[in-house]
């Protein structure tokens, strides 16, 4: 369990509180570039970490992040015009740059020089690794982009989806870091639904529901393998990589496998950005269907929207009939399924009523390093890791072996885990 006031910590990401300027010392996924289609296309009104914000991109192609609104008259620069290398604010005509420079103030006269003495905030952005990217943290601090595997592929190997959550950051990235509630929620009776590494998963994870933990700290966060005993002398480890603040890779016994980000949109509301990859061969178009279909890695959304089909409007589609048949929650979909128990815990769960066990080490551990950096953070203790791009670039496995031991896992498949 947590102390309430370390679990207000944890969760609270607005300007100024702990954990918020944790996350802002890091570069974050913010847009899908079809958010941002092309040059002069309508600007984006855009939430990011309780701030509420536009995106653009200009006339040369250039992405503006900037405050929503104009600070003449607060009018939103969501409506504005996108134009001539600036965003013009509809109201009296005031028009800003991709820096925040105020570059045209029609509404005054010329003498008076007033534009050159308004700035907006703005926050720097680049695409890179098929996201968009924003930096909100302090200028002299800005990082280089951070190296993750998937991001540095040719666009063919991988498959990218944005989607929102009803919930707190934290709530689901502590369902991706729990390797032990596999063999409970993703019960599924007809596993021919599945794809092939997630049905071979799905075996393993059936044939021992209490796996055993073990969790390394690394410069990047860490990874844990857990150990579950399939019968003579053969194991199955899943090796689960947490990237600091919010970036999961989870293993699956086949390519490809999976990378998600969950990006606070405010205390009660997150974005997740998924990636699906295959580091060694371009992704299949079978593979591409199966992920289409909203069964796996990522929900099927709602067109023109990141909303997910199955949500709780509609109960999370549940099918009792199903689950008394075997399905363990009669959902449809793995992802929906963590997403249906993430949003019905509330929108910020109380964590001080747990009562945690020995399966929940790995959790535990991804609370206490946030809360220490973010303390640290507000005592001045700047973190390393976003200045160290290449740190970001390892990688998740899932085998099944005779090493009864993490340690002899690690040591002979160091190359796949990309550990260095």
């Known amino acids: 369990m947590l102390k309430p006031e370390d679990n207000e910590l944890l969760c609270r990401v607005g300007p100024g509180t702990p954990m918020g300027e944790l996350f802002r010392r890091f570069w974050i996924p913010a847009l899908i570039p079809s958010q941002l289609p092309e040059p002069d296309c309508d600007p984006v009104k855009l939430r990011l970490l309780g701030e509420d914000l536009v995106a653009f991109r200009d006339t040369e192609g250039r992405i503006g992040i900037l405050d929503e609104y104009c600070p003449h008259r607060r009018a939103p620069l969501s409506f504005g015009r996108n ?73 063919e190997h991988r498959w990218q989806r944005k989607w929102h959550y009803s919930a707190n950051y934290m709530q689901g990235l502590e369902g991706e870091l729990d390797t032990c509630h596999t063999s409970f929620l993703h019960r599924i009776a007809d596993r021919s639904t599945l794809s092939p590494g997630l049905a071979e998963s799905t075996v393993n994870w059936a044939a021992d529901g209490m796996p055993r933990l073990d969790v390394r700290n690394t410069d990047y966060g860490y990874y844990y393998g857990s150990q579950r005993d399939l019968g003579d002398g053969r194991y199955n480890w899943r090796l689960t990589q947490w990237v600091l603040p919010s970036n999961s890779i989870i293993p699956h016994a086949k390519f490809p496998i999976s990378s998600r980000a969950y990006i606070p949109i405010d205390d009660e509301n997150t974005f997740v950005f998924g990636t699906s990859f295959n580091p060694e061969a371009p992704m299949t178009q079978a593979d591409r269907d199966y992920l289409e279909t909203g069964m796996g890695a990522a929900p099927k959304l709602i067109p023109g929207t990141f909303t997910p089909v199955v949500n709780s409007s509609n109960d999370y589609m549940r099918d009792r009939a199903a689950q008394r048949q075997g399905d363990s929650t009669g959902i449809p979909g793995v992802n ?85």
């Open 336 to 420: 929906n399924q963590d997403r249906a128990i993430v949003e019905a815990m509330g929108p910020i769960a109380d964590r001080s009523k747990e009562h945690l066990g020995t399966s929940d080490v790995a959790v535990i551990a991804a609370r206490h390093r946030l809360i220490r950096m973010a303390k640290d953070l507000a005592n001045g203790q700047e973190p390393e890791l976003p200045h160290h791009a290449s740190a970001f670039g390892v990688r998740a496995i899932d085998v099944t072996t005779g090493d009864e031991a993490l340690d002899g896992v690690v040591d002979a498949y160091r190359d796949k885990l990309r550990l260095g």
């Open 83 to 155: 134009e001539e290398c600036g965003l013009r604010c509809v109201y009296h005509g005031w028009k800003f740059d991709v820096a925040g420079n105020c570059v045209d103030m029609p509404n005054e006269r010329p003498e008076t020089d007033f534009k050159h003495k308004v700035r907006i905030k703005s926050y720097s952005a680049a695409e890179w690794g098929g996201y968009i990217w924003v930096y909100m943290g302090p200028a002299d601090r800005k990082p280089p982009l951070p190296e993750f595997e998937w991001a540095t592929l040719p666009p």
